[in-house]
């Protein structure tokens, strides 16, 4: 009867170890994948290379240019663009200007051809980290130069600043 005490108490802490692993193996595969997005996307900006939106409008004979920067954070949420619409809705990102809506603008994913996995961009169309939210951007001339960017995820709390953050893919 000891014996199968023994045993059962051996096969209850081997579970539990390996149960253990297995939490740790999860974390490092969503960390590792919302990484290489991270990568992707700071990569196909870059190569990008447009910071700034501009819309005409009026006539050919008297055209209004409005300038909207930065680019793939025209509504400056610090989230990287989804399917712009003034009004947001589920599967519409808000606080877009009417103009940047009409201009044909379809948001950072559809614009950089990005071909991420479908669980990776949400039904707004923006592209999202493991932990299911959007990648964060950021343009701040004195940190990253006058051209340079971040992007980033807010980790697995969705929490900024705190230490679970992925602050990857700066450019300058």
């Avoid at 559809?110 to 959007?134: C, G, V």
């Amino acid at each position: 009867m000891i014996e199968i005490l023994v045993v059962i108490a051996i096969i209850a802490v081997l579970a539990s170890a390996g149960i253990a692993a297995a939490g740790y193996v999860q974390a490092t595969s969503r960390r590792q994948g919302t990484e290489a997005v991270i990568e992707a996307i700071t990569a196909r900006i870059a190569a990008h290379g447009r910071r700034d939106l501009v819309v005409t409008s009026g006539s050919a004979a008297q055209p209004i240019f409005r300038t909207f920067a930065p680019l793939f954070d025209l509504n400056t949420n610090g989230e990287i663009d989804g399917a712009p619409a003034v009004t947001g809705d589920a599967e519409h990102e808000g606080g877009f200007d009417a103009a940047i809506v009409g201009s044909g603008y379809e948001g950072a994913v559809d614009m950089l051809a990005l071909t991420l996995p479908s669980e990776r961009i949400n039904r707004r169309r923006q592209p999202i980290d493991a932990w299911r939210h959007p990648l964060q951007i950021s343009f701040h001339p004195t940190n990253f130069g006058p051209r340079g960017f971040q992007v980033w995820s807010l980790g697995k709390d969705g929490i900024a600043g705190t230490v679970d953050d992925l602050p990857r893919g700066v450019r300058p």
